[in-house]
């Protein structure tokens, strides 16, 4: 089962939370 996360906003190009949300999954080795 593949599961998907996404952010709602506008505009989303001056969010950072896309990069936050990234980093967090990767650390945590989750894909």
């Not at 998907?4 to 650390?27: F, K, N, R, W």
Request: hydrophobic share 40%; charged share 10%; proline share 6%.
């Amino acid at each position: 089962m593949k599961n998907t996360l996404g952010i709602i906003g506008h505009p989303l190009s001056h969010s950072i939370s896309p990069a936050m949300h990234q980093g967090a999954l990767d650390h945590l080795g989750l894909d």
